[in-house]
């Protein structure tokens, strides 16, 4: 079930910012957000731009009709609650993050735009989502772990 959530958490944070026709009805460019807990952008293939290399296959091109958008808040919870607060004023289309605490941020200023996460762990105990089938609200997303499988680690 985890995978299946993974692929529905990804595709549709990026499936709402999909249509090209939408954003052009509002006469701007698509503008996704990005809250990370690091110091700066890392630019390592593995790493990912969450979402970013994705959306150029449905036609996205930074600078001609999507604008990328960043806040970078190192391990300081206090950075992560001004960074989510910045990051709904824009009123981006979308808003990517990593870990709880940035999840747990961005829940205290927005219920309506649209956030996926990864390196989550235990979205629904945690509150974001109702279950993996059926997140429900705002939030989606996928886990780099699964908390079932803790047990089987220690075996």
Request: aromatic content about 8%.
């Amino acid at each position: 079930m985890p995978q299946a959530y993974a692929a529905g958490g990804a595709t549709s944070g990026i499936s709402g910012l999909a249509s090209s026709d939408a954003v052009g009805a509002r006469g701007r460019s698509a503008r996704m957000a990005n809250v990370r807990p690091a110091d700066r952008l890392r630019k390592q293939p593995h790493v990912g731009q969450h979402g970013e290399a994705a959306i150029v296959d449905f036609g996205w091109t930074e600078g001609r009709n999507i604008r990328f958008d960043y806040r970078f808040t190192g391990e300081s919870t206090e950075r992560m609650r001004i960074a989510a607060t910045e990051v709904v004023a824009m009123a981006p289309d979308v808003i990517f993050v990593t870990t709880n605490p940035v999840v747990s941020a961005l829940m205290q200023v927005t219920r309506t735009i649209p956030i996926v996460f990864t390196w989550v762990s235990d979205s629904v105990g945690s509150g974001y989502v109702a279950n993996f089938a059926h997140p429900g609200g705002n939030i989606t997303g996928f886990h780099n772990c699964e908390p079932a499988l803790g047990a089987k680690w220690k075996r």
